[in-house]
């Protein structure tokens, strides 16, 4: 007698839980969703529709030209050519998207997070240094490797981290992310590139540099640069 009440007991507190999360939210697909009445304002996650099914073709599953290196011509020596729905309309609602990284010799991708999605980046040519470090929780612990051709690694959602080409030559990659609308927030632009521009009082304190410094480092990023 005491078992089956422990076991309904059991049973119950296993539903309660389920329910909880049944009903938790689902992963946000875009920054905010500010909420709203107006049908004629109102946006569909993502600003993406979907097509009537019968009306789909062969080509709303294709993309053509991920073979094409990105340009590399700019201060970082990186492109980065993305596959999303925007690009390859199928991918809708799917909780993919796919990106190629090309670096010009010691090219960078500057240190950056995906707010919504974990990236695995595939390097197909080159030797590229990559690495994340973790939350404040974690220690701010600093994870890196040096990546060949065929070798794989992982960044977690929402960690910071970055890729270098430490080769004389071109190299690039390929990265998977698990969602159809990642984001990016490339640290230096969003702290220093701000618009309208964050405090210099906050950024000197933060930072503890110097006033002429951050307004230099502003002056660099505020045009994109």
């Known amino acids: 007698m005491d078992f089956q009440k422990s076991f309904i007991s ?6 309660i839980l389920l329910s909880v999360a049944y009903a938790t939210d689902l992963t946000q697909l ?6 709203t009445n107006d049908l004629k304002s109102a946006v569909f996650v ?12 062969p080509e709303d599953f294709f993309f053509k030209g991920l073979n094409i290196p990105a340009p590399t011509t700019n201060r970082l020596g990186s492109g ?19 990106a190629r990284l090309d670096f010009a010799p010691y090219g960078l991708i500057s240190p950056h997070y ?12 080159g030797t590229i240094y990559v690495g994340f470090v973790t939350s404040m929780n974690g220690g701010n612990k600093l994870f890196t490797k040096v990546l060949n051709k065929g070798d794989v690694f992982v960044f ?36 220093f ?18 006033t002429n410094v951050v307004k230099y480092l502003q002056s660099k990023f505020s045009t994109g640069s």
């Open 80 to 98: 980065v050519t993305v596959v999303s729905p925007t690009n390859l309309p199928g991918l809708n609602t799917l909780g993919i998207s796919l």
């Open 46 to 57: 993502n600003g993406l529709i979907c097509k009537n099914p019968m009306e789909a073709t």
């Open 114 to 125: 995906h707010p919504r999605a974990t990236e695995v980046f595939t390097v197909v040519k």
């Open 10 to 15: 059991t049973v119950a507190c296993m539903a």
């Open 193 to 210: 590139g701000a618009q309208p521009p964050i405090s210099v009082d906050v950024l000197t304190k933060a930072f503890q540099l110097d």
């Open 156 to 191: 977690p959602q929402g960690l910071i981290h970055f890729q270098l080409n430490i080769g004389k030559t071109c190299a690039s990659a390929f990265s998977g992310l698990s969602s159809q609308n990642p984001g990016v927030v490339t640290v230096s632009n969003a702290v």
């Open 30 to 35: 875009q920054d905010f969703c500010v909420a």
